[in-house]
């Protein structure tokens, strides 16, 4: 089973420019109230099969949410094995973006036993890590593999250098000016190559800039009591912070890199930028995957998080998936959920007045077709976790 819904995205066109924009969702945020009453153990098994997308993150933030929950304190070396898998799980999501939609844009074949292969990747990471357990339970038991798990590194390294930026990651990573993305962009026949180079040619890499706004660190006890509040369903399905409306994405982990920031000087925060933010996060995570990997075999030795102050019977879990950041609350009363919430990432984006309506309503409006095909691409580089429907009224 999975959790169905869409998002309903409407501009309303009015003298050649963009009058207004409304964002609304169908998906069914209340599902979670069909977990009160179930079993700790029941609800860990059930969240990874109902979300087809990001099921790795969301078993981690229910994983999480529930130790805490529970007053169970994590088993360090395990937490961080899971925390590998999200890489790996976002890895693959990126990849698919890439290898599938922009090579559509372009109207490049599609590789599909190459897209078909990614999907053996998180299998593959899994085994290397734990045992027929599996991970994202109460008490996870870590069962390492390091080649196992380096040849997984290995594929996500090969499949990025190859079918998306024709050299080593480390080294795509390491661009630090616009000048070095743009020879890229000349000499590289990549899908990803071909259709930023496009953007840059056409002039519109500057379209949609709804500036930036990150979502900051917030503090878990404060989350959890906004969760607590008569109207959490309203803020759940359309939240803010201290009154602003944020933003979660590729672009808001990858920031302070310097060839984001050169950027940002030349594009604003509009298609390029933010396009080359989700490149720049693929290439940076097979060599986060190493060090972590090279940290779980530097200390062989299980141990146990001390953790912070908590009062048992509700915990929050925070995961920063593919699309964004992700919480879990639950509320466990005698082994059993009291109350189970979760706030996705698409929500901070694809708030009604949030960065996602803000970059729509900055678009150009002459052409009809040009609205629709520059829409499409600002929110796939957004990335709703769910289908949308792009209409112009």
């Known amino acids: 089973m999975n959790v169905e819904g869409e998002i309903l995205i409407e501009l309303y066109r009015s003298r050649r420019r963009v009058e207004k924009v409304t964002i609304r969702s169908s998906r069914p945020l209340q599902l979670t109230t069909l977990f009160e009453g179930k079993s700790v153990n029941e609800l860990l098994r059930v969240v990874p099969m109902l979300y087809s997308v990001c ?36 890895a693959r999501e990126h990849l698919w973006r890439l290898l599938i939609d922009w090579s559509n844009y372009v109207e490049e074949p599609v590789d599909r036993p190459l ?29 390492l593999d390091g080649e196992g798990f380096e040849s997984v590194i290995e594929r996500i390294s090969k499949t990025a250098a190859e079918a998306v930026f024709s050299m080593p990651a480390d080294e795509w990573h390491a661009f ?53 509040d008569v109207d959490a369903e309203q803020f759940i399905a359309a939240p803010d912070w201290m009154g602003a409306q944020l933003e979660t994405t590729s672009l808001t982990r990858m920031v302070s890199h310097p060839l984001l920031q050169d950027l940002s000087r030349r594009y604003g925060f509009g298609l390029m930028t933010r396009m080359v933010a989700r490149l720049l996060e693929l290439a940076a995570i097979p060599g986060r995957l190493s060090r972590r990997l090279e940290g779980l075999r530097d200390d062989p ?22 699309r ?70």
């Open 55 to 90: 099921a790795t993150a969301q078993a981690s933030a229910a994983a999480q949410a529930c130790r805490r929950a529970t007053g169970l304190d994590g088993d360090v070396r395990a937490e961080l094995a899971e925390k590998m898998l999200v890489d790996v799980e976002t």
């Open 324 to 393: 964004g950041r992700l919480f879990h609350r639950a509320v466990v009363e005698k082994g059993k959920i009291a109350k189970y919430q979760i706030l996705a990432p698409t929500e901070w984006n694809f708030h009604p007045r949030g960065m996602v309506a803000k970059g729509l309503l900055s678009l150009p409006a002459v052409d009809i077709s040009l609205l629709k095909e520059y829409a499409d691409l600002f929110i796939n580089t957004v990335d709703p976790c769910v289908g949308y429907r792009l209409e112009v009224v």
């Open 176 to 228: 630090d000016k616009v000048e070095t993305l743009d020879r890229w962009l000349d000499q590289t026949s990549t899908a990803s190559a071909m259709l930023l180079r496009r953007i840059r040619d056409r002039r519109t890499g500057g379209l949609a800039d709804a500036g930036s706004n990150p979502l900051p660190s917030i503090d878990h006890q404060a989350l959890g009591k906004r969760l607590g």
């Open 301 to 322: 030795v299980d141990s146990v998080s001390l953790g912070a102050e908590r009062d048992e019977g509700e915990g929050l879990g925070e995961v920063e998936a593919a």
């Open 115 to 143: 897209v078909s292969s990614l999907s053996t990747l998180l299998p593959a990471a899994k085994s290397a890590c734990f045992d027929e357990g599996g991970p994202f339970t109460l008490r996870p038991a870590l069962s």
